[in-house]
């Protein structure tokens, strides 16, 4: 199975601040298709989770333009501009390249 | 509206079954795979297992493939997760999800117990 390890953030997070997630593959999301199969998502507490990011990259329609995706096949990061209230809550990463889908074990947004 | 929403949830024995259902409305099910997603209480997100369209390719997580049985019935919208001999790990919130996960469910308890 391919796991996938997320780093932690320096919370609290003060208020209008940017902070960044880290994410890393154990073998390469990158099909030859050129996609990276990669997802972001947020679970906001007591809420089912809400896809942030697809492809590594794209924004899920309706998501607000504070958060991005980048990386490499193996290294990936979620940044969120000027965090918010609203943005409370546990970020996951998932691979979908092969089966079974994975997740990493998610990392704490706290505001302060 | 995409909806997903499961139901048959509660609790049960240890040892025993149950089946959860998905009622999906507000897109063409029979276009998409599905998938369930569980997570014990506090605990992260593990992804059991998908469905495609026609039903003929089903994938598992493997140290659950012998517990779980998906399936799915494209005239009724639905999606199942048969669970057999439940202990207490399998206590957690099931979720279906349309593959890769745009769309998920609000989840449904499953608490094992005597």
Redesign the interface.
């Known amino acids: 199975?391919i796991v996938m390890t997320q780093g932690a953030l320096p919370n609290p997070v003060p208020s209008g601040e940017s902070a960044s997630i880290t994410c890393q593959s154990s073998k390469s999301l990158l099909h030859s298709n050129g996609k990276t199969?990669l997802?972001w998502?947020l679970?906001r507490p007591g809420q089912?989770?809400?896809?942030l990011i697809?492809w590594m990259s794209t924004r899920?329609s309706g998501v607000s333009d504070r958060f991005s995706g980048s990386g490499s096949g193996t290294d990936f990061t979620l940044k969120i501009s000027s965090v918010e209230a609203e943005d409370v809550g546990?970020y996951?990463c998932?691979q979908?390249l092969e089966?079974?889908?994975?997740?990493?074990?998610?990392t704490k947004l706290e505001i302060k | 509206e995409v909806k997903l929403v499961e139901s048959g949830g509660g609790l049960v024995q240890p040892g025993r079954s149950l089946k959860l259902s998905c009622a999906a409305s507000g897109f063409s099910f029979n276009d998409y795979w599905m998938g369930w997603v569980r997570q014990a209480p506090g605990k992260g997100l593990e992804w059991i297992g998908e469905i495609n369209q026609d039903s003929s390719t089903i994938n598992y997580t493997p140290s659950l493939k012998d517990k779980f049985t998906i399936s799915r019935d494209n005239a009724q919208n639905t999606l199942y997760l048969q669970m057999s001999k439940l202990g207490s790990e399998d206590t957690a919130i099931y979720y279906c999800a349309r593959v890769p996960g745009r769309y998920w469910g609000q989840g449904v308890m499953v608490t094992v117990s005597s």
């Open positions: 199975d199969y997802n998502y679970q089912s989770p809400q896809l697809y899920a546990v996951y998932q979908f089966y079974p889908f994975t997740f990493g074990s998610g």
